[in-house]
């Protein structure tokens, strides 16, 4: 429209030219010179140029604003068909009440296919194999609500998983590419990965410098448990609903914090300990074994990087415990022990160094590489998805009148940083992830 205003008044400017010459030659009272015919005959030709441009336009616009219309009006139809299709809320599926009657219905459907609970079917996984939009292969996902739940149950029994920093992924995505600093000194040169600031004279050249980047990448691994429920205890939803929760609930918790520990990285997370990223504090010179001293303590605080100091905990095997309370703080020719209490009958204060102690099963017996752990696990990057998917089978142990039950999470983590830290002063490296060297 604003071509078609334009060429209006370049038309009216030639018309006026035209007629201008024309005016001339009346005042003049002559003939048109063979110059002034010519003249005449470029405008003439300018104005059918320009008629035939705006007609060309206006046939386009026509046009455009038809095509228009007709889409509009088929937007409009295939909204409203969408809305009449849609079920309305009062028709819609009541939701499981609890766990256990979805488990129920999920074996009835396996009996009896065509007899499936309408209730499945709103949240069917796809039964094609490897399919993106159902992590599981086929069977039925744990309705919206109890999935959650027992995500949220998971972390609350895995001491470690829980603290870490997780990210959820989509349902088109397979893992996480994550662009971080590769930073491993913090001397001059090497920070940020590379970033070094001058002081410059006047007038002086100025030298560049840039940030160093890696790429943490992480693809979602499968954590599965198997579970056989009675014919029994399927009549009795609340108690299978109980038991597989908490069943399953505790144990892919366990193999979480273990797999945090001592994973490889292939085909699960990648573990802390053993890690390039990881610190190991080397025992005392004649240090017996099977022991933790405060000299052992006190270099594997001295270690720790300052910003995590205030998130990082104790994590021991509950066989440390003698060796902690025993330990003492040489002063003068005599010594104090490190856990004050006036008896033994009250309870040792439940920090070193001032973080918290924590006892997990997944620690090494004392004197063992992983029996004292002082860890940040918010400096422990994990991936999830879609949280725990169940597949049944009523054919896998028939004759014991049982119906199994496959459960799937999908996750994978590793530490953030890939080395340890050389710090800006002084040769000892930090790290979020501190251990003790075996003491044989």
Same mark, same amino acid.
């Given at each position: 429209?604003?071509?078609?205003?334009?060429?209006?008044?370049?038309?009216?400017?030639?018309?006026?030219?035209?007629?201008?010459?024309?005016?001339?030659?009346?005042?003049?009272?002559?003939?048109?010179?063979?110059?002034?015919?010519?003249?005449?005959?470029?405008?003439?030709?300018?104005?059918?140029?320009?008629?035939?441009?705006?007609?060309?336009?206006?046939?386009?616009?026509?046009?455009?604003?038809?095509?228009?219309?007709?889409?509009?009006?088929?937007?409009?139809?295939?909204?409203?068909?969408?809305?009449?299709?849609?079920?309305?809320?009062?028709?819609?599926?009541?939701?499981?009440?609890?766990?256990?009657?979805?488990?129920?219905?999920? %074996?009835?459907?396996?009996?009896?296919?065509? *007899? &499936? +609970?309408?209730? !499945?079917?709103?949240?069917? #996984?796809? @039964?094609?194999? =490897?399919?993106?939009?159902?992590?599981?292969?086929?069977?039925?996902?744990?309705?919206?609500?109890?999935?959650?739940?027992?995500?949220?149950?998971?972390?609350?029994?895995?001491?470690?998983?829980?603290?870490?920093?997780?990210?959820?992924?989509?349902?088109?995505?397979?893992?996480?590419?994550?662009?971080?600093?590769?930073?491993?000194?913090?001397?001059?040169?090497?920070?940020?990965?590379?970033?070094?600031?001058?002081?410059?004279?006047?007038?002086?050249?100025?030298?560049?410098?840039?940030?160093?980047?890696?790429?943490?990448?992480?693809?979602? %691994?499968?954590?599965?448990?198997?579970?056989? *429920? &009675? +014919?029994?205890? !399927?009549?009795?939803?609340? #108690?299978? @609903?109980?038991? =597989?929760?908490?069943?399953?609930?505790?144990?892919?918790?366990?193999?979480?914090?273990?797999?945090?520990?001592?994973?490889?990285?292939?085909?699960?997370?990648?573990?802390?300990?053993?890690?390039?990223?990881?610190?190991?504090?080397?025992?005392?010179?004649?240090?017996?074994?099977?022991?933790?001293?405060?000299?052992?303590?006190?270099?594997?605080?001295?270690?720790?990087?300052?910003?995590?100091?205030?998130?990082?905990?104790?994590?021991?095997?509950?066989?440390?415990?003698?060796?902690?309370?025993?330990?003492?703080?040489?002063?003068?020719?005599?010594?104090?022990?490190?856990?004050?209490?006036?008896?033994?009958?009250?309870?040792?204060?439940?920090?070193?160094?001032?973080?918290?102690?924590?006892?997990?099963?997944?620690?090494?017996?004392?004197?063992?590489?992983?029996?004292?752990?002082?860890?940040?696990?918010?400096?422990?990057?994990?991936?999830?998805?879609?949280?725990?998917?169940?597949?049944?089978?009523?054919?896998?142990?028939?004759?014991?009148?049982?119906?199994?039950?496959?459960?799937?999470?999908?996750?994978?983590?590793?530490?953030?940083?890939?080395?340890?830290?050389?710090?800006?002063?002084?040769?000892?490296?930090?790290?979020?992830?501190?251990?003790?060297?075996?003491?044989?």
């Amino acid at each position: 429209m604003d071509r078609i205003t334009t060429l209006r008044a370049e038309r009216a400017a030639v018309v006026a030219k035209g007629m201008a010459l024309l005016a001339k030659a009346e005042t003049d009272k002559a003939r048109l010179t063979d110059e002034q015919m010519a003249e005449s005959d470029g405008y003439k030709a300018e104005i059918k140029a320009i008629d035939y441009e705006m007609s060309t336009l206006a046939a386009f616009t026509s046009a455009h604003e038809a095509s228009e219309r007709q889409r509009e009006e088929a937007t409009a139809q295939a909204t409203q068909a969408t809305q009449a299709a849609k079920p309305k809320a009062d028709s819609l599926p009541t939701p499981f009440k609890s766990f256990g009657e979805q488990l129920k219905a999920v %074996q009835m459907a396996a009996i009896n296919p065509h *007899a &499936t +609970d309408s209730r !499945l079917l709103e949240i069917q #996984a796809a @039964g094609t194999g =490897a399919n993106e939009a159902a992590p599981s292969d086929g069977g039925f996902r744990v309705q919206t609500d109890f999935s959650g739940e027992l995500i949220k149950l998971v972390h609350a029994a895995a001491v470690l998983a829980g603290k870490t920093d997780r990210t959820p992924i989509g349902p088109n995505s397979n893992g996480l590419k994550i662009n971080a600093i590769d930073e491993t000194s913090r001397v001059d040169g090497s920070r940020w990965g590379s970033v070094l600031a001058y002081w410059t004279s006047e007038g002086a050249t100025l030298t560049a410098s840039r940030p160093k980047y890696r790429q943490i990448e992480l693809s979602l %691994q499968k954590l599965t448990g198997l579970y056989y *429920a &009675t +014919d029994e205890l !399927l009549m009795d939803t609340t #108690a299978l @609903g109980a038991e =597989a929760t908490t069943a399953f609930t505790e144990e892919f918790g366990f193999k979480l914090d273990d797999a945090l520990l001592r994973g490889t990285g292939a085909g699960m997370p990648l573990g802390v300990l053993g890690h390039a990223g990881t610190v190991s504090i080397t025992k005392e010179t004649n240090q017996t074994a099977a022991t933790i001293n405060t000299e052992n303590v006190q270099k594997m605080y001295a270690r720790m990087i300052a910003s995590s100091m205030s998130r990082a905990e104790w994590y021991i095997n509950q066989d440390c415990w003698p060796a902690l309370f025993q330990m003492s703080q040489v002063v003068g020719l005599g010594g104090v022990p490190v856990f004050l209490n006036a008896n033994m009958a009250n309870a040792p204060f439940g920090t070193l160094m001032g973080r918290p102690i924590t006892p997990i099963e997944q620690a090494s017996t004392v004197g063992t590489v992983g029996d004292i752990i002082f860890a940040d696990f918010a400096q422990y990057k994990m991936i999830e998805k879609g949280g725990i998917n169940a597949d049944s089978s009523i054919h896998v142990a028939f004759l014991t009148d049982e119906t199994v039950f496959r459960w799937t999470l999908r996750t994978d983590g590793q530490p953030k940083r890939n080395a340890a830290l050389t710090p800006y002063k002084g040769t000892n490296t930090l790290s979020p992830f501190i251990t003790l060297a075996t003491r044989a």
